[in-house]
């Protein structure tokens, strides 16, 4: 899984403080269960073991497997919840009105529950755009935009696997807790060790609003597409990120799913400069 933290070179840090408001819940509640990913999993170089899943039918993302039964945390949007699921029971908590402290608190609660031995410490080895502080409130400001998040992560996630499947590329497709971007990396060259890295990636400094990514890689090293041809949706470079973007409003799966392949085309059939 080394090459899924690739798939976010050339991305900037989320600058969180200049989104919306149901922006900056969503990405800290997905630092708890980032938190728990880092306190109770062996380490992975690539730091795989703090990204997040996200199910389109239980409307959620989710911590990988915490535990030997099964034990995942995860933050429902529908619902505006954070549950702690096993193989035989789930435990929620409404988080309209709850502060920090009692999230950490219900977490550390639910952990000793499952007979998790490690502690649960929110901490983290990267640095966070937004401090927290114990008396935060977590609400429900804006329902309408807090739909529109929902959508944007089905709409990725359903464009991710769609291309996957029709390339028959073998990837993850996983939330990075730093970036907040959903992402996936495939190789699909394995005798040049050539790769592509795409995903969805919410407002930074390459774009103001969410939007479609993709890059290739070529012995893990991004390569330069500043000479291929023009796309008929969505652009070539921005600043200093070299790949394709595609703005992610009002583009539906079809949109989406054409812009990452005809990008992935040129990858695929120009020559390769680093």
């Known amino acids: ?34 938190a728990a990913g880092i ?16 199910s389109i039918e239980k409307s959620s993302m989710y911590s990988r ?37 009692e999230v950490l608190r219900w977490i550390v609660k639910m952990s000793l529950k499952a007979e998790i031995n490690q502690p649960y410490e929110y901490s983290f080895h990267y640095e966070s755009p937004y401090a927290i502080k114990d008396n935060f409130i977590f609400q429900i400001l804006d329902t309408k935009r807090l739909e529109e998040l929902l959508a944007l992560r089905v709409l990725s996630q359903t464009v991710l ?11 993850e497709i996983r939330i990075w807790p730093h970036h907040f971007d959903t992402g996936a990396y495939a190789i699909y060259d394995n005798m040049s060790n050539k790769a592509v890295g795409l ?24 390569i330069d597409t500043s000479d291929y041809n023009p796309l008929s949706i969505g652009t070539w470079g921005a600043g200093e990120f070299k790949g394709a973007i595609l703005p992610a409003k009002e583009v539906n799966k079809s949109a ?4 990452f392949s005809e990008a992935f085309s040129q990858y695929e059939n120009n020559p390769h400069q680093l």
């Not at 306190?39 to 996200?54: I, Q």
């Not at 505006?80 to 096993?86: C, G, I, K, P």
Request: glycine share 8%.
């Open 161 to 171: 696997e769609s291309f996957l499947e029709k390339y028959r590329l073998n990837s």
């Open 199 to 222: 995903g969805l990636a919410v407002p930074d400094t390459v774009c103001n609003e969410h939007y479609f990514y993709i890059s290739g890689y070529h012995d893990q090293n991004i």
């Open 65 to 101: 497997p915490l535990s030997g039964k099964g034990d995942t945390l995860s933050v429902n949007y529908r619902k505006f919840v954070l549950e702690w699921n096993s193989n035989s029971s789930s435990d929620s908590l409404r988080l309209d009105g709850t502060t920090h402290a």
């Open 256 to 259: 989406g799913l054409s812009f």
């Open 1 to 34: 899984m080394s090459g899924l933290q690739d798939a976010r070179q050339g991305l900037t840090a989320l600058s969180i403080k200049d989104n919306p408001v149901m922006e900056k819940m969503m990405y800290l509640l997905s630092q708890y269960l980032s």
């Open 39 to 54: 306190s109770f999993l062996e380490k992975e170089p690539d730091d795989s073991h703090t990204n997040l899943g996200f």
